[in-house]
């Protein structure tokens, strides 16, 4: 009995390899067939990455080029306010200078008037003594 059980076992596991080896080469075209669907799958998204990766590049050169743009306008701004300061400033102190020498003449004109009363009220003084 114990023969029969081995001999049986024997037969089924040729029996076994017999059919897995029938069976392999359809496993191994399954196997090869999803390779190569995994493979095209991974050719066009590596593809794929590589456009978006080039599209990327372009934005951020374009980009680039505008923060160069922004930061040349800033520097003119802040030169043009720069001038603009010092025109100012250059402006006040001509104009402090334009009221110190009024103040001047206008103390003047008083100096003035104040000798024109004066000499009227001496002529008015001496035409009355003559």
């Known amino acids: 009995m114990v023969g ?7 037969r089924l596991r040729i029996e076994d390899a017999g059919r897995i080896q ?3 080469p359809e496993v191994n ?22 456009g978006d990766a080039m599209k990327f590049a372009e934005n951020i050169q374009g980009q680039a080029s505008s923060i160069e743009e922004i930061t040349a306008t800033m520097e003119e701004i802040s030169s043009g306010t720069e001038q603009v300061s010092m025109s100012a400033q250059r402006q006040s102190e001509l104009m402090e200078s334009l009221m110190g020498r009024m103040n001047d003449l206008l103390a003047m004109a008083r100096d003035l008037r104040e000798k024109i009363v004066s000499l009227r009220e001496e002529e008015f003084t001496q035409a009355r003594v003559d």
């Open 22 to 24: 029938r069976e392999q």
């Open 4 to 10: 029969n059980i081995n001999a049986a076992a024997r």
């Open 29 to 50: 075209e399954k196997l090869i067939g999803s390779m190569r669907s995994v493979s095209a799958r991974l050719d066009d998204s590596s593809s794929e990455l590589s």
